[in-house]
Nanobody, 124 residues
Framework: VQLQASGGGLVQAGSSLRLSCAAS????????MGWFRQAPGKAREFVAA????????FHADSVKGRLTISRDNARNTVYLQMNSLKPEDTAVYYC??????????????????WGPGTQVTVSS
């Protein structure tokens, strides 16, 4: 499975961005997909995850109401819509695929494949 994230950039606080993550693989709809982020000097942090068919999604408390995960299985793509961005959202954002469908969706160790990351910088 190969993952490629895109859509990052430099924006002002209050702006919006939409990250995309395109995945290879014929069984994309069976993967739990997640977004994580890592700021300089900090540990990788869970942002959001979505079940294979998209019927369930989970978001970290710090992003609820502002960042929203979704997926389009016909396009093998998962998205992260980011609204009302804050400077503290600045980080490298990674998408990840969990092939086993673990319920521990917020744990980086449960994911099998990772994309290379895309930088999001929010200026104040």
């Amino acid at each position: 499975v190969q993952l490629q994230a895109s859509g990052g950039g430099l924006v002002q606080a209050g702006s919006s961005l939409r990250l995309s993550c395109a995945a290879s693989g014929r069984t994309f709809s069976s993967y739990v997909m997640g977004w994580f982020r890592q700021a300089p000097g900090k540990a990788r942090e869970f942002v959001a995850a979505i079940s294979g068919r998209g019927e369930r999604s989970f978001h970290a408390d710090s992003v609820k109401g502002r960042l929203t995960i979704s997926r389009d299985n016909a396009r093998n793509t998962v998205y992260l819509q980011m609204n009302s961005l804050k400077p503290e959202d600045t980080a490298v954002y990674y998408c990840a695929a969990d092939l086993d469908g673990s319920t521990r969706y917020s744990s980086p160790g449960e994911y099998d494949y990772w994309g290379p990351g895309t930088q999001v910088t929010v200026s104040s």
